[in-house]
């Protein structure tokens, strides 16, 4: 699977951002897809993940109530709609995939729990 993230720009504090994250190569459908962020000199932090049916969606305490994951299975194509933004939402975000069976239920927080990732979008926030 082949994983293409863009959609990042400049906003202003308040503002909102859609990022896309499009897949190839694979059935879509299969995979959990989970947005991750990283700033400078800093891993990977979660954001949010989706199931691959879409029947459930999990959001870091950080953006709980100010972004939403969605899937469009046609499309291959998972969103990050982001609202409400505030400077410290500035970083590069990945998306990333895993179709492997887990075992534990939260897996889909640990960045090295995903296999395919897209190669980044910056968002930068400004106050």
């Known amino acids: 699977v082949q994983l293409q993230a863009s959609g990042g720009g400049l906003v202003q504090t308040g503002g909102s951002l859609t990022l896309s994250c499009v897949a190839s190569?694979?059935?879509?459908?299969?995979?959990?897809v989970g947005w991750f962020r990283q700033y400078p000199g800093k891993g990977r932090e979660f954001v949010a993940a989706i199931r691959g049916d879409g029947s459930k969606r999990y959001y870091a305490d950080s953006v709980q109530g100010r972004f939403t994951i969605s899937r469009d299975t046609a499309k291959n194509t998972v969103y990050l709609q982001m609202n409400s933004q505030k400077p410290e939402d500035t970083a590069r975000y990945y998306c990333?995939?895993?179709?492997?069976?887990?075992?534990?239920?939260?897996?889909?927080?640990?960045?090295?729990?995903?296999?395919?990732w897209g190669q980044g979008t910056l968002v930068t926030v400004s106050s």
């Open positions: 990333a995939a895993d179709g492997r069976l887990h075992s534990y239920s939260t897996w889909y927080q640990r960045s090295d729990e995903y296999l395919y």
């Open positions: 190569g694979g059935t879509f459908s299969n995979y959990g």
